[in-house]
Nanobody, 126 residues
Framework: QVQLVEFGGGWVQPGDPLRLSCGASGFDSNNVLMAWFRQAPGKEREFVAAITGNERNTRYADSVQGRFGISREYGKNVMYLQMTNTKPEDSAVYYC???????????????????WGQGAQVTVSS
């Protein structure tokens, strides 16, 4: 059974860093595309970043490119989202998601991910 659990949400001031973690179990991580999405109140869930299973290639939303970093630690089957230069508009519930890896392609449509964590609240405010 696939399980995803997020850790590390909280409150930070604008410009401060924050790291989210996603612990995964129940699948072979080399064959799984993993991603971060976020959803702010009143808005649709949006793609943040994704990382492939084998090559660890990455892709980012334009809004976080250059500020956020996605990575995976295979020995522990953990995925991270390192957030830097945070902004108030980054405030949202952040979700980790997983799906079967198809070649080295990315998927930014949330409906294409069958596995989700419970979400972690991130608030960026002064």
């Amino acid at each position: 059974q696939v399980q995803l659990v997020e850790f590390g949400g909280g409150w930070v001031q604008p410009g401060d860093p924050l790291r989210l973690s996603c612990g995964a179990s129940g699948f072979d991580s080399n064959n799984v595309l993993m991603a971060w999405f976020r959803q702010a109140p009143g808005k649709e869930r949006e793609f943040v970043a994704a990382i492939t299973g084998n090559e660890r290639n990455t892709r980012y939303a334009d809004s976080v490119q250059g500020r956020f970093g996605i990575s995976r630690e295979y020995g522990k089957n953990v995925m991270y989202l390192q957030m830097t230069n945070t902004k108030p508009e980054d405030s949202a519930v952040y979700y980790c998601a997983a799906r079967k890896q198809i070649l080295e392609t990315f998927e930014i449509d949330s409906s294409k991910y069958p596995y989700w964590g419970q979400g972690a609240q991130v608030t960026v405010s002064s």
